[in-house]
């Protein structure tokens, strides 16, 4: 087995692919950059040898696909939030030129509309996954909605833990309690989240699950391979911590493969 790093931009990985497929790979699992699209690169050797592309866009009618249910994960944090009682609430988004992001903030509209769930426009916010940012960005939502508007957010969804890691020192600085005044959720279940004060609660991604079904896909010999090729979405954990209060800490819960 043979893990390259493919680049950062789209003409770097397809120059990587080609590299890797004139060394006779025998197959080729492949994690596409933000906004990278390999559909093409990718489909000029899929007759060759197994490919199997992890999260990106799924564009192709002939490679297989595996990654993360999206809008699965966006329902289930929402509606833990809700059962602990929220029902403003803020998204701290990725970068708004981002492909993920902005199918990830379409997902959170629509499950929060759906469950009935509040968020104002200005209780979105998009920018780097950093502390620097969560914190700069729950200080002034907080800061402005205590100011000029008598309702707030009650709970703020987070693009990753670094930007939760943020928001909660901002929190605490704006002498609001997490979380019994906001509940703060994180996205990629870190270290950091297990140490922080109050412990953060965070979306697991389904890593093992994915790994494994995309080496089993490169293991199918030709002759098994269905004419269509496989698309499989894994759903996440929510790993329930201290900043929503839940009732048996660091537990999950843990759902099964969706699969399309």
Known sequence: ILLVGTGKDAEAQEERIEELIGHNVDSLIVMPSNNSDLTKTLENYVDNLPIVQIGGTATSFHVNWVGMDQESMMEAALIHLSHHDAHNIAYLSGNVDS????????????????????????????????YQRGFKDTMRLFSDSTAKQSRKPDAVICANDAVALGALLALDELSL??????????????????????????IRPPYQQIAREAIRLTAVNKSEQHWLPAHMEFRPEIMRRESTNSPRIGTSDMSLPWRI
């Open 99 to 130: 492909t993920q992001s902005a199918n990830l903030f379409a997902n959170f509209q629509t499950a929060a509309s759906r469950l009935s769930l509040l968020s104002e426009p200005d209780w979105t916010t998009f920018g780097e996954l950093t």
């Open 177 to 202: 309690q997490v979380p019994q005044d906001v509940l703060v959720i994180g996205y990629g279940d870190s270290r950091q989240a297990e140490i922080s004060e109050p412990k953060l609660s965070s």
